[in-house]
């Protein structure tokens, strides 16, 4: 079992940043691929970023390529999502996900998310 609670939610302008954090409990996190979903209102939630346990692989949501970048610190027990070039259409609820026996597309364990308001 693992915990997950995130942070650094906010409101950005059009063009600006923001870096999520997710920081896990349990002594299991180093063997997890991490994954960061959005959901947007009236939309199904969708992936957007996942990581390999080891960080030596990364995947992204064709919509982020380019602008979104994952990692993750096993020693601290967090991953990020560092987001440049925020549009409106990146609002959402972000949601930090764990995904066991994946490679971080299809987690087990969910945060409760973290509101990102883009502004035009």
């Known amino acids: 079992q693992v915990q997950l609670v995130e942070s650094g939610g906010g409101l950005v302008q059009a063009g600006g940043s923001l870096r999520l954090s997710c920081a896990a409990s349990?002594?299991?996190?180093?063997?997890?691929?991490m994954g960061w979903f959005r959901q947007a209102p009236g939309k199904e939630r969708e992936f957007v970023a996942a990581?390999?346990?080891?960080?030596?692989?990364?995947y992204y949501a064709d919509s982020v390529k380019g602008r979104f970048t994952i990692s993750r610190d096993n020693a601290k027990n967090t991953v990020y999502l560092q987001m440049n070039s925020l549009k409106p259409e990146d609002t959402a609820v972000y949601y930090c996900?764990?995904?066991?026996?994946?490679?971080?597309?299809?987690?087990?364990?969910w945060g409760q998310g973290t509101q990102v308001t883009v502004s035009s």
């Open positions: 990581i390999s346990w080891s960080g030596g692989s990364t």
């Open positions: 349990g002594r299991t996190f180093s063997s997890y691929a």
């Open positions: 996900a764990a995904d066991p026996t994946g490679d971080g597309s299809t987690p087990d364990y």
